[in-house]
């Protein structure tokens, strides 16, 4: 037909063509290779979906520390003190062992109890200074009591503070606690993604945090090595 020409690519590009599906053939099979994920990272992954501040359980009133401990001064002038729902949700069950007893002083700061789990452990240190007055033993006994809830059956130490008007400036409470949780919360997902480079081979790792929350108890399954980092980043 006057006008019109046909061209048959496969007579004029045939070399090229052949080579571009030669390169496919060769590349689909590496690129599932380097995609293949590490158990570890599939599961955390495949569950991040449930911590975010707006989840969070922090009551107004209680007085937090950066160290992830709470404080809360009754009427009477003692303060209960505690371990906040962040630590409760990235944690998940553990077992908790006193490193105080009813009758000794404690500095803010210093070492107050010691979290369990799996030949793993943080340290936990106190949020005021002051004497022990009491000490829950339920909850040293049933660590369960914290998941159900940290603030009321949940607290660890019942403290006479020395210092609390200084102290309690340095803690968070009503909406800037609030805020602060979430500001923990997106550093915590920063934290996962530099730890888990650092600590596994696997360059994947770095993608962790690709859409979305964090899920709950996910240090559970990591290593000894990222509770140390998550220990001296978070709770010190």
Do not use: C
């Not at 809830?149 to 400036?169: A, C, H």
């Not at 550093?187 to 996962?192: E, G, Q, S």
């Amino acid at each position: 037909m006057e006008g019109f020409t046909y061209h048959n690519i496969f007579e004029t590009k045939g070399i090229e063509y052949i080579v571009i599906i030669g390169f496919l053939i060769l590349i689909i099979p590496f690129w599932f290779i380097i995609n293949k994920k590490n158990p570890v990272v599939k599961r955390i992954q495949n569950t991040i979906s449930s911590i975010s501040a707006r989840l969070l359980r922090i009551p107004a009133g209680l007085l937090f520390g950066k160290n992830h401990m709470w404080a809360f001064m009754g009427s009477d002038g003692k303060a209960k003190i505690g371990v906040d729902d962040f630590l409760v949700q990235v944690v998940g069950e553990f077992d908790i062992v006193p490193l105080k007893s009813i009758g000794e002083h404690v500095k803010a700061g210093e070492k107050l109890a010691i979290v369990k789990r799996k030949g793993k452990q943080l340290n936990l240190t106190s949020p005021v200074s002051g004497e022990i007055l009491d000490v829950n033993a339920s909850v040293f006994e049933s660590s369960e009591m914290i998941s159900d809830d940290p603030f009321k059956t949940g607290w660890l130490f019942s403290v006479k503070p020395n210092n609390w008007k200084i102290e309690m400036n340095r803690g968070m409470i009503g909406d800037e606690a609030v805020s602060w949780f979430g500001q923990e919360v997106d550093r915590f997902k920063d934290f996962l993604a530099v730890s888990l480079k650092k600590n596994t081979p696997d360059a994947s790792l770095v993608a962790l945090q690709e859409g979305g929350e964090i899920r709950s108890k996910v240090l559970a399954e990591l290593d000894n090595d990222i509770w140390r980092d998550f220990e001296n980043e978070f709770l010190q």
